[in-house]
C-alpha cells in the first residue's frame, strides 16, 4: 500500500470524485507503478462507469478493472497501456465493487511499461478525469 500521506496530483473528475495519485514509480524490471485512490467527496453514491473496464473483450473477462488507464510520453510521442499477465489479465486493480459510497475511497493501482529513463514526467488518461501530469519517480 502506498504512503498515502504523499499527494503528487489531484484530478477532479466527473461527478465529484478525485483521482488522487500517491505514487509514479519506475523498478528494476522496467515496469512504472501508478498508485493511488478514487475518493468519493460528492455526498452521493458513485456507480463506476464501464468504460473505466477499457473495451478489450479479453479484459472484461476479468470484471471490474482499471484497464482503460493510459499513460502518454509527449517527448517520446508514445502511449503505454496497463501490462497484461500471461493469461491477458490486467495489471491494475480488479474486481472492486461497481460503486463507491459517499466519503470513501477505492484504492488503485496499475502497472505500465517504464518510458526511457530520461522521461521524467508523463499524462495519465482515464476516463471521466481530465489529462493529468505527473512526475515520475
Same mark, same amino acid.
Given at each position: ?6 499527494? $503528487? !496530483?489531484?484530478? @477532479?473528475?466527473? #461527478? ?6 500517491? =505514487?509514479?514509480? /519506475? ?43 493510459? $499513460? !502518454?510520453?509527449? @517527448?517520446?510521442? #508514445? ?6 499477465? =500471461?493469461?491477458? /489479465? ?48
Amino acid at each position: 500500500m502506498p504512503d498515502t500521506t504523499t499527494v $503528487l !496530483v489531484t484530478a @477532479k473528475g466527473d #461527478k465529484g470524485v478525485d483521482m488522487v495519485i500517491h =505514487t509514479a514509480k /519506475r523498478d528494476s524490471g522496467g515496469f512504472l507503478t501508478v498508485s493511488g485512490e478514487f475518493k468519493n467527496a460528492s455526498g452521493n453514491l458513485f456507480s463506476v462507469p464501464p468504460q473505466w473496464n477499457g473495451m478489450e473483450k479479453d479484459v472484461a473477462a476479468s470484471g471490474n478493472s482499471l484497464a482503460a488507464m493510459t $499513460l !502518454v510520453d509527449s @517527448k517520446e510521442k #508514445k502511449r503505454y497501456y496497463v501490462l497484461r499477465d =500471461t493469461d491477458n /489479465r490486467p495489471l491494475t486493480t480488479t474486481g472492486y465493487d461497481p460503486a463507491i459510497k459517499a466519503g470513501e475511497s477505492l484504492p488503485f493501482f496499475a502497472q505500465f511499461p517504464a518510458p526511457p529513463n530520461t522521461t521524467t514526467s508523463v499524462d495519465l488518461q482515464f476516463v471521466g478525469f481530465p489529462n493529468t501530469p505527473i512526475e515520475i519517480s
